[in-house]
């Protein structure tokens, strides 16, 4: 397993390190991941996520175990356990599919490392290919709004939205950004903050419900999010809160677009109504965990409701940034997403 190094994941000499994202921006503390047990508590505790960094995390732990000797019987065990760690996010049942696929090779241990460095490379190509298509929607001095986080800590790369949203930035685009707490786990306010800042992006943050509000204001001239699945019809699933922004959006006449990878999109599910929705705790809503530790500010035994990630449909999308350009929605309706996989799947 070659060594790599990124914002939340690297390898070195043949250990896997992730970066403990519910420690952000306090803290910069990082996880060394050896075995299942710990990758599977990273992914449903959120110290690592993003729909396509989950997906590289667990294909480059597959790759650990094998070179720690793991026979095949142990590792699809491992790859169906990792599957079932987080439903939404597709990609991660991508990648294990093609994991799969190599244990079934004769040299099964060299395709099974090969598979996992060949997944996190090709996220970053894809990264940097949907930042340049979605700058290119982009006009000088524009303020988007952004929802939660879906930079480099989300991905092996530079990121899908926030990846779009840094291109721009670095091309001189003079923009800003409006971003999103991100209720209840505050991704945007902890994470996608401090990205931004570190880039020397131009950001303001706000609570989720004042987006409406600064739409109404006319200080809002685009929203990009990124997303956890594209159903075949171009209905996403993003994280929770998405689908508000999109209703607002579109009554404000604000385009909204989706940056996501090929590797985000399920042609097997027809719409959105066919994608399982994660239930998280209770107590992510009850309070907040922090470096000073656990607040409180609901009853204890409060009923909670708390759906980690909602659909909005593509009647209310705009565009739709991929790694294989940018599309509206006569071309979704028209087969864009299956070309786009079939593109990408012919590359080598």
């Known amino acids: 397993m070659r060594?790599?190094?990124?914002?939340?994941?690297?390898v070195e000499a043949g250990r896997l390190w992730l970066i403990d994202q519910t420690?952000?921006?306090?803290?910069?503390?990082?996880?060394?991941?050896?075995?299942?047990?710990?990758?599977?508590?990273?992914?449903?505790?959120?110290?690592?996520?993003?729909?396509?960094?989950?997906?590289?995390?667990?294909?480059?732990?597959?790759?650990?175990?094998?070179?720690?000797?793991?026979?095949?019987?142990?590792?699809?065990?491992?790859?169906?356990?990792?599957?079932?760690s987080r439903p939404t996010a597709v990609n991660l049942a991508h990648a294990m599919n093609t994991l799969r696929g190599a244990l079934a090779a004769p040299d099964w241990r060299e395709a099974v490392v090969a598979a996992a460095d060949d997944l996190a490379d090709r996220d970053v190509a894809l990264c940097e290919a949907i930042g340049d298509?979605?700058?290119?929607?982009?006009?000088?001095?524009?303020?988007?709004?952004?929802?939660?986080?879906?930079?480099?800590?989300?991905?092996?790369?530079i990121g899908t939205a926030a990846g779009v949203l840094r291109r721009a930035h670095e091309q001189g685009k003079n923009i800003s950004v409006w971003v999103d707490e991100t209720r209840p786990l505050l991704q945007g306010g902890r994470l996608t903050a401090w990205e931004l800042g570190a880039l020397g992006v131009p950001y303001t943050l706000i609570t989720d419900?004042?987006?409406?509000?600064?739409?109404?204001?006319?200080?809002?001239?685009?929203?990009?999010?990124?997303?956890?699945?594209?159903?075949?019809?171009?209905?996403?699933?993003?994280?929770?809160?998405?689908?508000?922004?999109?209703?607002?959006?579109?009554?404000?006449?604000?385009?909204?677009?989706?940056?996501?990878?090929?590797?985000?999109?399920?042609?097997?599910c027809a719409s959105g109504t066919a994608i399982e929705i994660e239930q998280r705790a209770a107590e992510e809503v009850r309070g907040v965990a922090g470096a000073a530790g656990n607040l409180c500010w609901a009853p204890s035994d409060a009923p909670v409701a708390n759906p980690a990630f909602d659909v909005t449909p593509a009647a209310l999308i705009t565009h739709w940034i991929l790694d294989a350009g940018v599309f509206d929605r006569d071309a979704i309706a028209a087969g864009a997403l299956k070309a786009a996989i079939r593109s990408a799947e012919a590359k080598p």
């Open 209 to 268: 419900n004042m987006a409406a509000a600064f739409m109404a204001r006319g200080q809002v001239d685009r929203v990009i999010v990124g997303a956890d699945r594209i159903a075949a019809n171009g209905d996403v699933a993003n994280k929770i809160g998405t689908y508000g922004l999109a209703v607002a959006a579109h009554y404000h006449g604000i385009p909204l677009a989706v940056a996501a990878p090929y590797t985000t999109i399920d042609l097997a």
């Open 133 to 157: 298509h979605g700058a290119a929607l982009i006009g000088s001095g524009e303020r988007i709004l952004t929802h939660c986080n879906t930079g480099a800590l989300a991905t092996a790369g």
């Open 23 to 84: 420690a952000l921006p306090q803290a910069e503390r990082w996880q060394a991941i050896d075995t299942l047990e710990a990758m599977v508590e990273a992914i449903r505790a959120l110290r690592v996520r993003g729909a396509p960094m989950i997906a590289i995390a667990a294909a480059l732990l597959v790759a650990v175990r094998v070179e720690a000797g793991d026979e095949r019987p142990s590792l699809l065990e491992a790859i169906d356990r990792l599957v079932a």
């Open 3 to 10: 060594d790599r190094q990124g914002l939340g994941l690297r």
